[in-house]
């Protein structure tokens, strides 16, 4: 007779079909929780979701070969701005542990700068942003047949090695810049988890994605010194110091204030509004909105002075 862990005798426990009715259908019925005690459904719902999430993988992977370009897909950056802080939106891989960037491939008869708008809207329930591209990654080794075949394994899905998922793939980089409160973000079948993190807290991240994200921040430092930023990574008003603090945050380093306030009014896209911000320790704040008009013609035309 089995031992329990204190060393006495174990109950010997006799299994009837009844118990296992009864006990399948108290699972059927119960009701779980995540950790901060928000309902999620219960068994049979948890379980009817897993089901049609693996159903779509499968669907997907038999499909894929057909619809997508081979050897191409699109990786996005998408950088939101909350609580003065950068962020970034990552995915959680499924069964392995490491988050990616939100990605995907190209349809065949689709223009690639479609396909990482599609994503955007796939992943963060958004369609109007600004969006650019900044680079092609394409080193040999960048991709990582291994962490698909795992995951795959897990599922109870076994592709033959030559699958068009394991092949080499050359990404496109882009990055968007989007206002947080308006995103919405969602998983896709490869992933559980989607949200946002501190770009200066980043998790251990798949592949080359971290040098994907380092090179999209760096563009994006770049283009702010020839373009203007913060029309959608900021509320549609604000004030002159939270727009110091988005400048701030995205070249890491201090601005003089009347520096910034003086180039930034010179530049023109400003509208100065008569309320002001109240509930301020200090004196209330002036508050501003872009003037769209100037605002699209100096991301066409350019600025000048850089920071």
């Known amino acids: 007779m089995r031992a329990n862990r204190e060393g006495m005798p174990a109950k010997q426990i006799v ?12 699972m059927t019925q119960a009701s779980y929780f995540t950790e901060s005690g928000e309902k999620t459904g219960n068994f049979y719902f948890i379980y009817s979701r897993m089901t049609k999430q693996q159903q779509e993988l499968e669907k997907f992977m038999e499909e894929g070969g057909r619809k997508f ?36 491939f190209v349809l065949k008869d689709e223009d690639v700068a479609d396909a ?4 955007l809207h796939e992943r963060a329930d958004i369609d109007k942003v600004f969006l650019q591209q900044f680079r092609v990654f394409g080193s040999p080794g960048r991709s990582d047949a291994g962490i698909h ?30 206002e947080f409160s308006e995103v919405n973000p969602l998983p896709d079948n490869f992933s559980d ?7 200066d807290e980043l998790p251990p991240l798949m592949m080359d994605h971290r040098d994907i994200l380092e090179c999209a921040l760096e563009s994006l430092r770049s283009h702010l010194n020839y373009h203007p930023i913060g029309y959608n990574l900021l509320p549609r008003v604000f004030t002159m110091p939270q727009l110091q603090r988005l400048y701030e945050t995205i070249l890491g380093k201090k601005l ?10 010179a530049y023109g896209i400003l509208k100065k509004l008569r309320e002001t911000k109240r509930g301020t320790a200090h004196k209330s704040p002036y ?6 008009v100037k605002y699209h013609k100096a991301l066409k035309d350019g600025l000048k002075g850089g920071w």
């Open 149 to 178: 075949r795992k995951m795959m394994k897990k599922d109870g899905l076994h592709p033959s090695s030559d699958h068009w998922i394991f092949q080499r793939f050359v990404t496109i980089g882009y990055y968007a810049l989007v």
């Open 69 to 104: 370009l081979p050897s191409l897909s699109v990786d996005c950056v998408i950088f939101g701005f909350h609580d003065g802080q950068l962020k970034v939106l990552l995915l959680k891989l499924r069964h392995v542990n490491k988050w990616c960037l939100p990605g995907g």
């Open 193 to 199: 988890d989607c949200g946002w993190w501190d770009i």
């Open 15 to 26: 299994i009837t079909w009844k118990w296992v009715f009864a006990h399948c259908v108290r």
């Open 287 to 292: 508050q501003y909105s872009f003037d769209l």
């Open 116 to 119: 990482a708008v599609r994503v």
């Open 256 to 265: 003089d204030r009347r520096n910034f306030q003086r180039k930034m009014l």
